[in-house]
């Protein structure tokens, strides 16, 4: 069974950083795009970055570049997220998800992780 | 970017209730389309891919059309557990993109 378990939100200050964690399980990471999704409370979704299966090509939406970065660890099956100068704007439930085969949908996702920026 | 504009963004309907949603992109994305449904506090479930491929699991009164830049989402016969909020995403070149959402709710 196809299992995606992020961790590692919580309550953070303006301009502080943090760490998420996706570790997945069911399925090889090594041979799927990934990517993480976020949704601000009471909001839509937004993609927010994809990385390739071996971590050669990386793609931001413009709102996080410079500030965030995705990377992923094959061996450990695990997908990260690092986030710093972190604003009150990125406050959100992240989401990790897989891109399916064929680049035409996003056919796995994790329950999520609440990230608050605040003072 | 691809702007995606669902319509309607607020729908109230009855169980048994045959509904449509539209998504339309500000360009064409082919067929690199999908459709989600999202309950409170959960995270969003893949319904269709490729703009009419069902999702393995998921009920045949769930159906998808469209190419290019208008597509649809189709509930043949709502029932109760499709109360939910659906979005439309496009994979076809980045920042990839979600449409706004479009909630449905119990008339």
């Known amino acids: 069974e196809v299992q995606l378990v992020e961790s590692g939100g919580g309550l953070v200050q303006p301009g502080g950083s943090l760490r998420l964690s996706c570790a997945a399980s069911g399925f090889s990471l090594s041979t799927y795009w990934m990517s993480w999704v976020r949704q601000a409370p009471g909001k839509g979704l937004e993609w927010v970055a994809n990385i390739k299966q071996d971590g050669s090509e990386k793609y931001y939406v413009d709102s996080v570049k410079g500030r965030f970065t995705i990377s992923r660890d094959n061996a450990k099956n695990s997908l990260y997220l690092e986030m710093n100068s972190l604003r009150a704007e990125d406050t959100a439930v992240y989401y990790c998800?897989?891109?399916?085969?064929?680049?035409?949908?996003?056919?796995?996702w994790g329950q999520g992780t609440l990230v608050t920026v605040s003072s | 970017d691809i702007q995606l504009t669902q319509s309607p963004s607020f729908l109230s309907a009855s169980v048994g209730d045959r509904v449509t949603i539209t998504c339309r992109a500000s360009?064409?994305?082919?067929?690199?389309l999908a459709w989600y449904q999202q309950k409170p506090g959960k995270a969003p479930n893949l319904l269709i891919y490729a703009a009419s491929t069902l999702q393995s699991g998921v009920p045949s009164r769930f159906s998808g059309s469209g190419s290019g830049t208008e597509f649809t989402l189709t509930v043949s016969s709502l029932q109760p557990e499709d109360f939910a909020t659906y979005y439309c995403?496009?994979?076809?070149?980045?920042?990839?993109?979600f449409g706004g959402g479009t909630k449905v709710e119990i008339k």
């Open positions: 995403q496009q994979l076809n070149s980045y920042p990839l993109t």
């Open positions: 998800a897989r891109v399916g085969g064929g680049w035409r949908s996003f056919d796995y």
């Open positions: 360009q064409g994305v082919s067929s690199y």
